[in-house]
């Protein structure tokens, strides 16, 4: 399927696991995001990619752990999980022009306990 | 510090009437915006968007306004309608020697009643 997906939907893990979700887009849109979703605090973003092999961090970067190795995938790794970290996870792709619309996945609701 | 602030969390309108969302940010290096919509368990959607070299954009009932000297745009939406109660964020685009960072803010839950 064309576009942007996001797995699972749905996670429940303990606190102290490691959690990975995956992000997948068709496009090949340079750029790539992780946002999380609180009440509060909007969107907030967790880490970037402007190309395969190049991350950075975003506002709120703690406790997390991306990697690029190709141009399509994004995964983003909580090492430890914690129970702040419950949240709403949406991934996005941007194309290499830059100001333009993002596209977003479906989201990922993460439950620690 | 957020960059991108939306001061009203929530904001109830009357079908038919106006509806104005706000946003405020602080980075002048900040040089593309754009409003996005989000239906609960789905990702959000771009509605809008403009540039800081203009000061208003319209696309059919959406018009957004950006004040640079002030850090600030808005959204209308005239006339209101059911449908267009969702959760409302404006996001910027600060591109810094020729990458593209995409910031959101708070959103304003918008609620139209019929």
């Known amino acids: 399927d064309a576009g942007i997906t996001q797995s699972p939907r749905y996670k429940i893990t303990e606190t102290g696991r490691q959690v990975t979700l995956m992000c997948h887009q068709t496009?090949?849109?340079?750029?790539m995001f992780w946002y999380r979703q609180d009440l509060g605090h909007g969107l907030r973003l967790i880490y970037y990619?402007?190309?395969?092999?190049?991350?950075d961090k975003g506002e709120v970067p703690d406790g997390y752990v991306v990697s690029r190795s190709k141009t399509e995938n994004f995964p983003l790794t909580l090492e430890s999980a914690t129970r702040s970290q419950t949240s709403v996870y949406f991934c996005?792709?941007?194309?290499?022009?830059?100001?333009?619309?993002?596209?977003f996945g479906q989201g990922t609701r993460l439950t620690v306990v | 510090d957020q960059q991108v602030k939306q001061n009203s969390p929530s904001l109830s309108v009357q079908e038919g009437r106006i509806s104005i969302l706000n946003c405020d940010y602080t980075?002048?290096?900040?040089?593309?915006f754009l409003w996005y919509k989000k239906y609960p368990a789905e990702g959000p959607t771009f509605l809008i968007s403009?540039?800081?070299?203009?000061d208003k954009n319209e696309d059919g009932r959406f018009t957004v306004f950006l004040n640079k000297s002030a850090k600030h745009l808005s959204l209308h939406i005239v006339p209101s309608q059911p449908g267009d109660s969702a959760v409302y964020f404006c996001?910027?685009?600060?591109?810094?020697?020729?990458?593209?960072?995409?910031?959101f803010g708070t959103g304003t839950r918008l609620k139209v009643l019929a």
């Open positions: 996005a792709s941007l194309p290499d022009r830059g100001n333009t619309e993002a596209f």
């Open positions: 496009w090949s849109h340079s750029y």
């Open positions: 990619s402007a190309a395969a092999d190049i991350t």
């Open positions: 980075n002048s290096m900040f040089d593309y």
């Open positions: 403009i540039s800081s070299i203009k």
């Open positions: 996001a910027a685009i600060e591109n810094r020697s020729g990458t593209y960072k995409y910031i």
